[in-house]
């Protein structure tokens, strides 16, 4: 006879039992499968760590002047190099790049990182977003320069000079100044000399003074002596002061008071600038600014400075005190690669 089994849970799953002996294995005892192995994953290869700038492995590199032409000046370079290792731990080579255009590119490019640049090649590079001014390199006393606007005393204008002071009226307004020239013809110099193109002119730009156009002359003393003659320009722009040239003094002995100062730039004019890379590793700039300027007080560095570079002196500089000079320069859309090439 058959027997209907109903297990609580299983009421539609019918057991027949016919007769047979069952056997039942406890649930611990049941095999589990074996997980499966997880899939192997090929490794993301990896760039190798970059070596940090200064080493001996990846040193800085202190660019000489494009006319390094001397085994004197390429020995005291390599001076100057070794000089910085031993004072900062900083490794530095040196390199001799074909011209300033060179030096930028090399700048760039990270093949240089330490250099004195010309005005305008400091300019370009500063622009570029490449440097930093660190050091300021001295002409005599000064690190700057300044400029001045002249003209004839019968042209009509209106000095805010006092001859006596050698500066500008105290209470003197430059933009008041300046706007006596709007619609005149200047005489510039060529543009490669700030004191008697660029500057000037970019500062009248920079108001928004409008001239007439310029006539172009080849040195500053061609300015002064063009404006002693009517028709030829009306004012023009020298350094500070080429009226007293001894050639001009004796070939117009009245030349200081034919020609007169209407307005006198400020010394913002720099002379070369020690610049560094913005890509050196944080404190570098600062402190081998500070090792340069401690070697150009010895004699050994001094010497080494004066036959590399051929500079005498050095202050410690920044680029805010260059601001101006280098809104001016901008201003007059001069094309700066062609200056300083």
């Not at 609580?8 to 589990?32: D, H, K, M, R």
């Not at 300021?136 to 006393?141: K, M, P, Q, R």
């Not at 002061?241 to 001894?246: G, I, K, N």
């Amino acid at each position: 006879m058959l027997r209907r089994i109903i297990l609580p849970g299983l009421a539609s799953i019918p057991l027949l039992l016919l007769g047979c002996n069952l056997t039942f294995i406890p649930v611990s005892e049941v095999p589990t499968p074996s997980p499966k192995a997880p899939a192997t994953q090929t490794p993301i290869p990896t760039s190798p760590p970059a070596l940090v700038l200064g080493t001996r492995d990846n040193p800085l590199i202190l660019a000489l002047p494009p006319d390094t032409s001397t085994q004197a000046q390429v020995d005291s370079g390599n001076y100057l190099a070794e000089k910085i290792l031993e004072l900062t731990g900083y490794a530095v080579v040196t390199s001799i790049p074909d011209s300033y255009t060179a030096l930028i590119e090399d700048l760039e490019k990270g093949n240089a990182h330490m250099a004195a640049l010309p005005p305008f090649a400091y300019v370009h590079a500063y622009q570029l977003d490449l440097v930093q001014a660190g050091l300021a390199t001295l002409e005599g006393d000064a690190i700057t320069y300044g400029a001045q606007l002249i003209a004839n005393q019968d042209a009509g204008f209106t000095s805010y000079y006092n001859a006596k002071t050698k500066t500008n009226f105290e209470d003197a307004d430059e933009k008041t100044a300046l706007q006596q020239f709007t619609g005149k013809h200047p005489c510039w110099t060529n543009a490669e000399f700030a004191s008697g193109n660029t500057v000037p002119a970019g500062l009248l730009s920079r108001y928004g003074i409008e001239t007439a156009p310029a006539v172009v002359l080849q040195s500053h003393h061609d300015v002064v002596r063009a404006l002693r003659y009517e028709g030829f320009c009306d004012f023009g722009a020298t350094y500070i002061d080429a009226r007293t040239f001894p050639a001009l003094q004796e070939e117009f002995p009245d030349v200081m008071e034919e020609i007169v100062v209407i307005w006198r730039i400020p010394n913002i004019i720099p002379y070369d600038v020690v610049s560094f890379s913005t890509r050196m590793p944080p404190g570098a700039h600062e402190e081998i600014s500070q090792t340069i300027l401690t070697l150009s007080r010895t004699i050994d560095g001094a010497a080494a400075l004066q036959t590399a570079f051929g500079i005498q002196y050095l202050e410690t500089t920044d680029d805010y005190f260059y601001t101006q000079f280098r809104e001016d320069v901008i201003a007059s859309g001069a094309d700066l690669e062609t200056l300083y090439e």
